[in-house]
């Protein structure tokens, strides 16, 4: 029985499509680089984790829909017509398509035993192209996770010089993403001091210095993750496989762990410094693709002034990240129709509790397609301990647009909204003992 599978597998790889596929798709650099070998396999974990986070979920379903409950992304607010799905217990179809999933990424893990790289790159292929149409519907799967997941996905998938695009992509998004943390809320440390529980490991008192350690080594310290000098390159990567080990224990499990098993397979064991960077006609993809890696991420935060209070500068990171959500924050909200209040906004997750949009966004899908009646909406938010500033106070709701790449003037900026009362203490609240929103 295995000679006939490896057989099948053996005529399969053969054939003029399999050819030219390797071809297109440099599969002959999976073939011969143990750590893009090593890199397939993470590829498959981040899969794993998201599928895992993503079956049971309500926000890709048909319920959905007609509750009032999914988010479109602002760039395109009528994914609505693309949900078909139903998880249970409404129904089975999300959970059998997940687990024709899982059967793919079994698939997988079989053709890398049988190190056939064509299928196991055709097969995180069609993985990818599922995951970007639950991503496409759901404003909510917008996190630091997928997105590092997927710009892997993506270079792992089109750009030659696999190895050294996935290194660099993953250095430019470490510092991109330390840039938004050059805010009073992260330098000071003062999302862990405002804490109950205060920082995870390490005294009180201590955040301040961490934080600026972390910046320091994210901003400067991340790029000597390809240094040819191996004690420096061997001290950078024990620093940072420290911090994630921290990081995890402070924030949870799913990010740091895909997070640590890139960064040991990228820049641990089989890493070998690159005295040359490709600068051949085959590599413009990649620094194509790591341009606008840069230049994406940027952009919100040079052009939307005010956009920490708003949130518009995490928003217009329309492709999903790498943006810092301010941690030391509390945000709530209210619509009333006349005196009697209709709906209320507390959300304790900390990626989506201070996005105005989302709760724009809900309440005008649920309330205003049918009645012309006319909801107040009132939006409160607090950063880094400061007293609430009023960011949203609107007579017609159901009036408001939301443009995704500009201002939004019914969303008040810092000096624009007025101090209408004072935070409580933060705490950490698991998954499990969240509320539903």
Known sequence: MDRIEVGIWTRLSTSSFVSSYRAIFSIHEIDSDITLKWLSGTILLGFHLTF??????YSTTVKAVTDGTYVCWPIFQSCGSLIFLSALSEGYSQSTLFMALFGLMV???????????????????????????????????????????????????????????????????SFVATLAKIHPTWLLGQHYSSLKMGIALLPNGSEAILMAFIILMQMAGVWFLMSSNRFRQRLSLSVFTLLYVQYGIQVGYRFPVFELAL?????????????????????????????GLAILQLIPHLA????????????????????????????????????????????????????????????????????????????????????????????????????????????????????????????????RQRPPT
């Open 304 to 431: 939307q002034a005010g956009g920490r209070l708003t949130n518009e500068d995490n928003i217009a990171d329309i492709f999903g990240g790498p943006y810092q959500f301010e941690v030391n924050e509390q945000c709530y909200g209210e619509i009333r129709l006349g005196e009697q209040t209709v709906r209320r906004f507390e959300q304790t997750d900390a990626r989506l509790r201070c996005i105005p949009y989302r709760f724009w966004y809900r309440a005008k899908i649920s309330l205003c397609s049918s009645a012309p009646n006319k909801y107040h909406m009132t939006y409160r938010r607090s950063v880094n301990g400061n007293p609430f500033k009023e960011i949203v106070n609107e007579a017609d709701l159901c009036n408001l647009n939301y443009r995704p790449l500009g201002r939004n003037g019914w969303i008040k900026r810092e000096d624009e909204a007025p101090w209408v009362g004072l935070p409580v203490q933060n705490d950490i609240v698991t998954r």
């Open 263 to 291: 960064l040991l397979i990228l820049f641990g064991p089989w890493f070998e410094s690159c005295s040359h960077p490709p600068l051949t006609r085959r590599a413009i993809p990649g620094w194509i693709f790591i341009a």
């Open 107 to 173: 698939t997988a893990v079989y053709a890398i035993w049988l190190q056939r790289w064509e299928f196991v790159h055709l097969i995180i292929l069609v993985l990818f192209l599922f995951k970007i149409y639950f991503t496409a519907i759901s404003f909510d799967y917008n996190s630091n996770f997928n997105f590092l997941h997927s710009t892997q996905c993506l270079i792992y998938l089109v750009c030659p010089y696999k190895r050294f695009f996935a290194q660099l992509s993953w250095l430019t998004g």
């Open 52 to 57: 895992f986070d993503w079956i049971y979920s």
